[in-house]
């Protein structure tokens, strides 16, 4: 069976709030729609397979419903699974309506790319937000062979994720590199979050 990559847990991770988090059933995940009512989905919880399948479902409803309203994404989420985070981004490249993304509270690990993946000039950050990438981890049991073939794979994934990147920010592959060989948590401001082309203004 396949294994899921994640993006590296930060330091934080064992706090009580993130566990509660990681936890948290799709009812974190709100979408509005009707008459005078936004469009909203609210990705703040784990981006793991249970998120992921009641966000790109609210997503493909929303697009059925008009492909020229948009579509707002909240981001606020400690990361997750690569696996779902690429789901989920290329459903946003899939469906028609444009999507604009909000980042708010953290925005860390594979919540960075989905925030910079909105509608380009339609990607916002609060003030007071906190963005954080960093490379991707696995957990490999098993043979030197299994641990072989593990890397293999996540080095093609890092690589899938880097470009993605580039494609979505200002940064180079060359600035991204940089910052994921640092093998730790680099924490970004919102105002970096802007000159690093992440999003495109402040709220």
Same mark, same amino acid.
């Given at each position: 069976m396949g294994r899921s990559f994640e993006l590296c847990e930060h330091e934080e991770s064992n706090d009580a709030h993130i566990s509660a988090q990681n936890n948290a059933q799709p009812s974190a995940l709100y979408a509005e729609d009707g008459a005078g009512a936004e469009r909203i989905i609210t990705l703040a919880c784990d981006i793991n397979e249970l998120s992921i399948a009641t966000a790109m479902t609210h997503l493909m409803l929303f697009a059925q419903q008009s492909s020229a309203l948009p579509v707002h994404m909240i981001v606020n989420t400690y990361g997750g699974s690569t696996d779902e985070m690429f789901a989920l981004y290329d459903m946003m490249k899939l469906v028609k309506c444009p999507i604009y993304t909000v980042?708010?509270?953290? #925005? /860390?690990?594979?919540?960075?790319?989905?925030?910079?993946?909105?509608? +380009?000039? $339609?990607? @916002?950050?609060?003030? %007071?937000?906190?963005? /954080? /990438? $960093?490379? #991707? !981890? !696995?957990? =490999? @049991?098993? =043979?030197?062979? %299994? $641990?072989? %073939?593990?890397?293999?794979? /996540? +080095?093609? #994934?890092? +690589?899938?994720?880097?470009?993605?990147? =580039? +494609?979505? =920010?200002?940064?180079s592959k060359k600035q991204i590199k940089k910052l994921m060989a640092k093998n730790s948590d680099t924490y970004i401001t919102a105002n970096e979050a802007i000159e690093y082309g992440i999003v495109d203004s402040l709220i």
């Amino acid at each position: 069976m396949g294994r899921s990559f994640e993006l590296c847990e930060h330091e934080e991770s064992n706090d009580a709030h993130i566990s509660a988090q990681n936890n948290a059933q799709p009812s974190a995940l709100y979408a509005e729609d009707g008459a005078g009512a936004e469009r909203i989905i609210t990705l703040a919880c784990d981006i793991n397979e249970l998120s992921i399948a009641t966000a790109m479902t609210h997503l493909m409803l929303f697009a059925q419903q008009s492909s020229a309203l948009p579509v707002h994404m909240i981001v606020n989420t400690y990361g997750g699974s690569t696996d779902e985070m690429f789901a989920l981004y290329d459903m946003m490249k899939l469906v028609k309506c444009p999507i604009y993304t909000v980042g708010l509270g953290k #925005i /860390m690990s594979a919540g960075v790319l989905l925030l910079s993946a909105g509608e +380009k000039g $339609h990607r @916002r950050i609060g003030s %007071n937000a906190r963005v /954080m /990438m $960093h490379p #991707i !981890s !696995s957990l =490999t @049991r098993g =043979t030197v062979f %299994n $641990h072989d %073939n593990e890397l293999t794979e /996540m +080095k093609r #994934i890092q +690589k899938q994720m880097e470009a993605c990147l =580039t +494609k979505e =920010t200002s940064l180079s592959k060359k600035q991204i590199k940089k910052l994921m060989a640092k093998n730790s948590d680099t924490y970004i401001t919102a105002n970096e979050a802007i000159e690093y082309g992440i999003v495109d203004s402040l709220i």
